[in-house]
C-alpha cells in the first residue's frame, strides 16, 4: 500500500513523493485523505528548521495534524463504517520518514482508537478542529475566559468566538497587521497602541511572538493569569518587579488531546461555534511547495488547505 505525501527532506526542502505505508494491523483502519490543512505555527517552525528538539523530530518527515478523510478499510467488527468522513491528528506509517506529524498525505493507516468521526457537512472545514480543540485547550469551558487575546490569526479568531460560545463577555482581540483586523464576529479587534485598558484579568497569547511578555504584564490586573497557547522558538523572559507586583500567574497551553476535539465538535454540532471564513487558500497537492510557502509567508492566508481529492 502506498501514498503520495508530503515530504519535508530538509528546512525550507519540500516535495511530494510517492511512499510505502506501514501494513495495517486488527487495530488499525485506513484512510482515504480529502484534505489536510498546513499549520503556520509548528508546521513554519518545522520548515524554517527553528522547531526545537523533541521525541521523533528529525528530518526527513511528514507534516500535518489537521486531516480529513473517508474510511477505505476498517477492522472486521470495527464500529466505523466504510465510506465514513473522519478528523485524523495525524499518522506514523511512513517507515523510515518520519511522520512528525503525518498527515499530509492521500493515505494514511492510523489506530482506530485515534480517529474521531465527524458530520458529513463540514468537508474541508473538518481540518480545523485542531486549531479549534488548540484553542478550546487554552480555554476550556468551565475555566478562566480570555478578556484580552492577542493575535487574530485562526487561533485567535477561534479562541474569541470560543470565549463568546462558552458565555463570556466578547474579548478583546490586538492585532498589528492592518490586513487580520476583519472579520471579527461580536468582538472589537485593535492594534495595542490604540488600547488605554490596564486591568485584563486573562491574557491568552495566540501570535507566537516571545517578546511580548512585559508588554503583556504591564496591562494586567492584579492577580492575572497569562495563558501562552501559541509555540515559541525563541527563549522567553520578562521583568520579575512588575510580575511580582501583580501576583501573575502564567499558564502554558500544551497540545490538545481528544476531550478537547470532542469537545468543540459538539460545540459545532450544536451551532454554538462556526467553522466558517477562516480558510482562505487552497491548493492541489502538486503545488504543495508553493502552497506551503504562501502559508507561511502570505498575511492574506489566513488558513491554507490542501484537497487531496485528485491524488491517485
Known amino acids: 500500500m502506498e501514498a503520495l505525501a508530503v515530504v519535508l527532506h530538509e528546512p525550507e526542502r519540500l516535495e511530494l513523493s510517492r511512499l510505502a505505508l506501514t501494513a495495517p494491523d486488527e487495530a488499525d483502519v485506513v484512510v482515504d485523505v480529502e484534505f489536510s490543512g498546513i499549520s503556520t505555527g509548528t508546521e513554519k517552525l518545522l520548515w524554517q528548521g527553528k522547531m526545537p528538539h523533541f521525541p521523533g523530530m528529525g528530518y526527513p518527515l511528514v507534516p500535518g495534524y489537521e486531516s480529513v478523510g473517508r474510511i477505505s478499510q476498517a477492522p472486521h467488527g470495527s464500529k466505523f463504517q466504510i465510506g465514513e468522513r473522519v478528523f485524523v491528528p495525524g499518522a506514523k506509517c511512513f517507515g ?4 512528525l506529524f503525518g498527515g499530509a498525505a492521500s ?3 492510523v489506530p482506530a482508537a485515534r480517529i474521531i468521526p465527524i458530520d458529513d457537512h463540514l468537508g ?3 481540518v480545523l478542529l485542531a486549531l479549534a480543540a488548540t484553542a478550546y485547550h487554552a480555554a476550556p469551558a468551565g475555566g478562566p475566559q480570555p478578556d484580552l487575546i492577542v493575535g487574530h490569526g485562526v487561533v485567535g479568531r477561534l479562541l474569541a468566538r ?3 460560545a462558552n458565555g463570556a463577555p466578547a474579548p478583546t482581540v490586538w492585532e498589528t497587521n492592518p490586513l487580520r483586523q476583519e472579520g471579527a464576529e461580536g468582538y472589537s479587534v485593535i492594534n495595542p497602541d490604540n488600547d488605554t485598558h490596564r486591568g485584563y484579568k486573562c491574557i491568552c497569547d495566540a501570535s507566537g511572538d516571545s517578546a511580548l511578555l512585559d508588554q503583556l504584564i504591564g496591562r494586567m ?9 501559541g509555540f515559541y522558538s525563541e527563549r522567553m523572559a520578562f ?3 512588575p510580575a511580582f507586583m501583580r501576583e501573575m ?3 502554558i497551553a500544551a497540545q490538545f488531546v481528544e476531550s478537547d476535539v ?3 465538535k459538539q460545540l459545532v454540532t450544536d451551532g454554538r461555534l462556526s467553522l466558517d471564513g477562516l480558510i482562505t487558500h487552497r491548493a492541489g497537492p502538486a503545488q504543495a511547495n508553493a502552497a506551503y510557502q504562501t502559508a507561511f509567508t502570505n498575511p492574506d492566508c489566513l488558513k491554507m488547505v490542501l484537497n487531496w481529492s485528485a491524488a491517485a
Open 162 to 164: 470560543l470565549v463568546i
Open 262 to 264: 470532542l469537545a468543540v
Open 239 to 241: 521583568n520579575f518587579a
Open 107 to 109: 493515505r494514511l493507516v
Open 96 to 99: 523510515e520518514i518520519r511522520g
Open 249 to 251: 500567574r502564567l499558564r
Open 124 to 126: 474541508e472545514r473538518g
Open 221 to 229: 490586573a492584579p492577580g492575572g493569569e497569562i495563558v501562552l497557547a
